[in-house]
């Protein structure tokens, strides 16, 4: 893409402009997150990332309850993964992501790079992948167990040959994992799940980064260059296309976005703003400003509103880290913090858990006191959304907001 001059800013946005605009093209401000149910949030969004750590729910269901409320978890595993025809598949974004079907084509770049980086592994590779899209062509569906088994017999990163070879043909595209079941991987052929639209398109490296970029935009409001570059990963298997903001510029022009500046206390930060979420800002009476009603709302750790830590803290002034891979000793919030957001701010954290029937609060803070109240609503409808009748607080902090929010989780429960 032949290089362009930086264009000047249309709009001058202050960060509270900024994360209202990003609230909103989240589906966290007002009732446009709960159009069209699971489908139109992941379509919003882009990609909803999955995880296999579960403590209420697994990740990619508590993405979906953050922003549509208290749908059944049946419900929404049947939406991501339709059991009748495909809506949705999963493969490599920010992280192993669910995908909205129609975004399978610009993830070739991707694909094209996998493949063009050759088979990592032995000889008897490429016969293996042979005989899983055999196996495939004749049986139908099946899981890496139904293929031959998943392990080797060592550790959790030994995998079989089989194994090996059904993610090689993922990674390439051949194979396409458009449903779990039991949490396990389903595969298929591509050509068997993907309609005739998707099948065979393959754009260019150059459209794919474009298209993506796009729909960060979309997902976000409004990004500046790290963010386009990390929401989708485009610095992974890609021929530096964001490599510096002006190439970042092109790549954003070209997309559609409108070049904007966040003044921050006098520093001013470039960026680009989806065109749609300025002119809901503009109709709300101000860029940026928020009409509707906000979420009040445990956040996954792995939710894409918080998931690049760089981007929370500049949003929100608030500092996020997964701590579940930290030895238990080292850790400052928790296993598997959650994130509270209510007003449009994170006011604070918790570590939850389930025993039996109670959730259990076993280390909870917050930033100041008239936080205790959403904090409770939030747990009282987390528990009730799992099954569970009751909430059991372990470690408040500060210590003095103890009895202010069990007053408060009292009154909701």
Not at 311 to 323: D, K, M, Q, W
Not at 328 to 346: D, E, I, N, Q, S
Not at 358 to 366: D, F, G, P
Request: charged share 25%.
């Amino acid at each position: 893409m032949a290089s362009l001059s930086f264009p000047a800013p249309q709009h001058t946005l202050t960060p509270d402009d900024a994360r209202l605009m990003t609230l909103r093209a989240q589906g966290l401000i007002g009732t446009e997150g709960r159009r069209g149910g699971v489908p139109g949030m992941l379509r919003r969004l882009g990609a909803v990332q999955l995880d296999t750590i579960s403590v209420l729910a697994r990740s990619h269901e508590l993405v979906a309850y953050a922003r549509l409320g208290a749908v059944p978890r049946d419900r929404i595993e049947r939406a991501y993964w339709n059991p009748g025809q495909a809506s949705a598949f999963e493969y490599w974004s920010h992280a192993a992501c669910v995908l909205p079907i129609e975004e399978w084509p610009y993830y070739e770049f991707r694909r094209r790079a996998l493949r063009a980086r050759g088979m990592r592994w032995h000889q008897s590779h490429e016969r293996a992948c042979a005989e899983v899209l055999a196996r495939l062509r004749a049986e139908g569906p099946l899981t890496a167990t139904q293929l031959g088994g998943a392990k080797n017999g060592g550790a959790w990163w030994d995998w079989s040959e089989t194994k090996i070879a059904v993610e090689w043909l993922l990674d390439t595209g051949d194979v396409i994992c458009s449903r779990r079941t039991g949490w396990r991987r389903v595969y298929d052929l591509a050509e068997r799940v993907l309609p005739d639209g998707l099948l065979g398109a393959c754009p260019p490296d150059e459209e794919c980064v474009i298209h993506l970029v796009g729909v960060t935009a979309r997902a976000l409001g409004i990004v500046t260059r790290a963010d386009l570059v990390d929401y989708q990963r485009l610095r992974h298997f890609s021929h530096g296309p964001l490599k510096d903001t002006a190439a970042a510029s092109d790549v954003a022009i070209a997309a559609g976005l409108t070049p904007v500046v966040i003044d921050s206390g006098g520093t001013a930060v470039p960026g680009w703003a989806d065109p749609a979420a300025l002119d809901l800002a503009a109709a709300a009476g101000r860029p940026g400003a928020g009409r509707g009603r906000h979420r009040v709302t445990l956040l996954s750790p792995f939710d894409s509103l918080i998931w690049d830590r760089k981007r929370t803290l500049r949003t929100f002034g608030f500092e996020h880290s997964l701590e579940a891979y930290v030895p238990k000793a080292k850790r400052v919030h928790g296993y598997f913090t959650m994130p509270l957001l209510a007003r449009g701010r994170l006011l604070g954290r918790v570590d939850p858990a389930r025993s039996g029937r109670t959730l259990v609060a076993r280390q909870l803070s917050l930033d100041a006191p008239p936080a205790a109240e959403p904090m409770a609503r939030a747990l009282a409808e987390a528990a009730a959304w799992v099954g569970c009748d009751s909430v059991k607080l372990d470690r408040v902090e500060p210590p003095q907001l103890a009895q202010r929010l069990a007053a408060a989780l009292a009154a909701v429960t």
